[in-house]
């Protein structure tokens, strides 16, 4: 079963002109995006192969960006934070120079970009027969929830719009990890890690259940 988190990043830039020495500042918080790939995708010496994450990058010059990492395709990519902002550099400057920026493009290795917002990509995994949970504090502890096909919904650091959460209202079910605000790459460990307890996260006959 694969595992899906989308991650808004309401400030990150959408242009490749990225400085590696400034990922919190003149990029719009690229930091968090990076480390919440990292924690998405990286065990220690290999890969979550069963999991794929998606950032939507809403800063200027030119929102949204969607940028997809699959782990089962991943490739010369590193945990650390300036490794994974040189391939999204990569990715971007791929996608200011294609023609038709609707459809995927691969940019490295289980890297991809396309011109996609969030509300867009939701509903497009609803289509696809997935269920949406909303990682929120204040939603039902998610040890006592019974999780089937997730998308799991972050916000960064100023967190989901108000039209965001409207939105979601009827589609998503809100999961707690903590009553306390945590950051958003470490709300993807702990759900690694309740999945990880309730079993194998790419056996395709085992049903995450709450158990």
Known sequence: ????????????????????????????????????????????????????????????????VCIKFVGSELKKVSPD?????????????KFLDSKNKEEWIESTPGI?????????????????????YYLHKEGKPIEEVSIEKPV?????????????????KDKAIKVSVSPLELHANHCIVIVHNVLDKRGIGDDPNYSYSNR
């Open 112 to 132: 991809y970009v396309r011109k996609i917002g969030f509300k867009d990509l939701v509903m497009e995994k609803i289509r696809e027969g997935k269920n949406i």
């Open 81 to 93: 934070e300036r490794n994974i902002a040189i391939f999204i550099k990569k990715a971007l400057k």
């Open 152 to 168: 799991f919904i972050l916000g960064d650091h100023i967190g989901l719009l108000e039209e965001d959460e409207s939105f979601l």
């Open 1 to 64: 079963m694969t595992r899906e988190f989308i991650f808004k990043a309401n400030k990150t830039i959408t242009s490749p002109e990225i400085n590696l020495k400034d990922l919190p500042g003149s990029c719009g918080r690229l930091d968090l995006v990076c480390r919440c790939i990292s924690d998405s995708l990286f065990l220690s010496h290999d890969i979550r192969r069963d999991t794929i994450f998606y950032s939507i990058l809403c800063g200027p010059p030119n929102p949204p």
